[in-house]
């Protein structure tokens, strides 16, 4: 089912989307999140998802003039490298050449940007080689609109659009200093995350179930608590490692290698998360469903258990059949449906069956079906299924600050962007036609 509603984000007033906006003529900076695997040797691109997620937009700006910046890893990492590389391949899948300009706000950028002509584009290196934008020099969130980046490139244009989802828990020049500068924008790809995520937080259609999976345990906490304080969600599925720590924290023995595996993977975060887990399954278990059954790992073999069997020497790898077959009605029946975390190890084969099955499902229910980011997106997409389910994010973190009701700093600055230039776009000859 198709996401439709206003582009207005919790905790915001709203933003402006190139709905709003007429951008033919104009010079218009791009910010994108293309942030995107490589082969450790060869430099290959193993998985362009995330430059393909910007097409949209950039066909919508093809009248403009376009200046692209984007950022590839950080700084010490073996995939930081330059966006030469992710030019060529934007260039290929867009069908039209684009400049790659060596430099992020220099004297080059600048004879690049006025050299071009409407529909013509210039993709700017890595972002994150400027030391305003990320690393030990990175200017402070106050110093951000008097960034070199900021303040050389607004001299140069009308509008900034961003489609960074990927980022927008983050501050940096390039991501949020153009607020106050420039009318800033949201692009197709942000538009989408916004007005799914936000109905997944604020208003969705009910019954409302929710699927918590992975290994990160504490941000699904968050996510369940955030939903059941909002009044918005009538059922929780609790799946993969947070399904394992909830069946610990409703009283069940594990055993002694699940409950070390989960306390590694947290840290020291671990009895923050317990806290949360135990508050759930106190005040809220008419809500939860935990699972009802599972497979743990013998010699390399799937085997079932189920929870009377517990504790388990064996790792616990995936739900079992009676939680699909128990889970297949929730799913079957709910207007809306979130879906953040596998339910299982699913890069194993032998354990993949829960979580993809939880895949099917949600590709066969009618109501609203939204997958939050991370492993769960990968999964979607390399099973070619993305346009089976209503919205695929493209953020990870970002989606689960988002559906934690994290402040999210690029969807704060596109609200205050929006306040200060939608009543300007009049006289910047700007506003779109009714």
Known sequence: MAIEGPLVPPNV?????????RLAGRTVLYRTDVNSPLDPSTGAFLDDSRLRSTLDTLRELSDARVVIMGHQSRPGKEDFTDMSGHCDRLARLLGQPIRFVPDVCGDEVFEAIEALHPGEKVFLDNVRMHPDEYGPEKVSEDEEANSEIVTRLSALADAYVTDAFGASHRNSPTLTGFAEEIPCIAGRLMNNEIRALSLAVSDPPRPYVAILGGAKCDDSLRVALNLIERGVVDTIVMVGVVGNLMLWANGLDIGSANKELIRGTMGEDFEYTWEMAERLVGEYPELLFLPRDLAVEVEGQ??????????????????????LMEMRPLITDAKCVLWNGPASYFELPEFAFGTIEILNMCAEATGVTIVGGGHTSALVNQRGMAGEVSHNSTGGGSALGMLSGDSM??????????????????????EAAE
Request: charged share 25%.
């Open 409 to 430: 700093p690029v969807i704060d600055a596109l609200a205050r962007s929006n306040d200060k230039f939608r009543p300007l776009l009049g006289a910047l000859g700007m």
């Open 13 to 21: 007033t709203t933003v402006l989307s190139l709905d709003d906006v």
């Open 302 to 323: 799937r085997q079932a258990l189920e929870l009377d069997e517990l504790p388990t020497q064996h790792p616990i790898y995936d739900i079992g059949l009676q939680t």
